[in-house]
């Protein structure tokens, strides 16, 4: 599985190649910029200008320069001369008018040429080709255009891209199904597990729809914004809708976010309407909204310790994520997020985006590094040139154990979680476990989890017979043969 990281900025171009740099020693495979960015009236602010390549440049030379061997580049429509219906801050239609579908098809077609590597209109100094296309960021109020114009768009996008460039990879704007999952329904249950979703404006019905065309994509993509464990539901959910249509293809997750408790609305009040309050998201339930208040209000008053606490949360959710969805075989997973969000981190949005804004990687006015980029790094180090990821079964379903297959290598990634909120200052689930590993001594080394931890502490334990005993936390837990012995 490929691995990265987003939402890149690269309005500043110093700031991209000091964030290249920065990000460069983790040993991630992909990153992606911010979709708005390279949104099409940002590169061509009007029908008879040049298209501006500058920052989209700056940016894959930084990062190619910086070792990473996979871009993804979300091409928004959204145009101030060209969509259908376009707004300052919400575009209710950015699917191109009809008068300037070819002009639309000519920028997906000059990006996707310029970085194609074919020697032909390329980008000066390309290391390689950027393969990977997303047409749109999201299917939900990021696209809100109807159905039938965002295939239309599709259509003329996929066409286009693959006429520049046969060995491009093009994805449909990617479904959100956050909360469908939440009570893992069975499929006769997802039509009304769907109406979990917070955001409606593309439901099941307009998905289905664009899963019924899958000559207009080369992979599936989601988005998993709320738990890790979701991402087994959603590839169930997908690989049960391609067999109903009769065809497999590959599924990449393009985002992903810290879990986040609360989200879609208020997290730092419980008092009100719940209408008027953000969507509880699991591990959380109903009964933690006023818990969580005061949780999310001490983020929003800068509180030191919940910071802290949050870093280190984001850390441990991060590697969850990547390895439940490695043992899911999806193909490429972008973690998030590179640096925090700032505006999302103020008063006055009412920590509306739950844990998500406070998780970034790196600070990069203070050349810091977080606790999540240490611990990125570390897992990325474990998994390197891996063959498989399979899960081990133990009666707990909390328990959660995956062996790692390495070049005719065995060795482990554990964890327990058994599905409670767990919040700052209260008591840190364990469980002590058996597993058959077959050697007579292993070593342990503990998850990166806090700040300012650059190595983790390893141990070296004596096996009974082959059989090690392990106690299990909320940090996950390398596991590998002892390499002294």
Known sequence: ???????????????????????????????????????????????AAAIDFAQLDNFVSAFQGAGFSELILALKSNSAW????????VHPDPAPKPEFVDDYEAWISA???RYDGDGDDDMPGLGRPVRYYEIG?????????????????????????????????????????????ASRPEPEQYETAFEAVPDTTHGLADIRRVLDRPDLFDVL??????????????TAWLRYEMAQRSYAKPIIVSDTATTPFIAWGPASVCDRDPRQMGRVVPPAVEADRCRLAAYFSSLLADDDATVRWVQSFAARDLVYKVVVAADQDIQLLNTAFTEDLLLLKLPFA???????????????????????????????????????????????????????????QRSWIAWYDPGDLVLPGDAVPQTEIRLDVSLPTITTEELITQAEQTQPVVSVLQTDDGIAKLVLTSAPLFITP????
């Open 137 to 181: 960021s999201e299917f939900s109020s990021y696209e809100p255009e109807p159905v039938d114009e965002y295939l239309a768009m599709l259509e003329r996008a996929y066409s286009a891209a693959h006429r520049s460039f046969a060995g491009a990879i093009v994805t449909h704007a990617a479904f959100l199904t956050t909360l469908a999952f």
């Open 221 to 234: 993509n989601v988005h998993a914004l709320g738990d890790p464990y979701e991402i087994e539901d959603i």
């Open 82 to 89: 060209a969509s259908r219906a376009y707004g300052q801050l």
């Open 111 to 113: 990006v996707v040429e």
């Open 482 to 485: 002892d390499q002294g012995r």
């Open 1 to 47: 599985m490929l691995i990265g990281t987003e939402y890149v900025l690269i309005d500043n171009a110093a700031r991209a190649d000091s964030l290249a740099e920065m990000l460069a020693p983790v040993g991630l495979a992909v990153a992606k910029p911010l979709p708005e960015q390279i949104a099409w009236d940002k590169m061509q602010p009007t029908r």
């Open 350 to 408: 009412q920590a509306g985006a739950g844990n998500s804004p406070w998780a970034g990687l790196v600070d990069v006015a203070r050349q810091e590094r977080r606790a999540a980029y240490y611990a990125l790094q570390q897992l990325a180090g474990h998994l390197a040139d891996y063959d498989a990821i399979t899960r081990v079964a133990y009666d707990d379903e909390g328990v959660r154990v995956y062996q790692v297959s390495q070049n005719e």
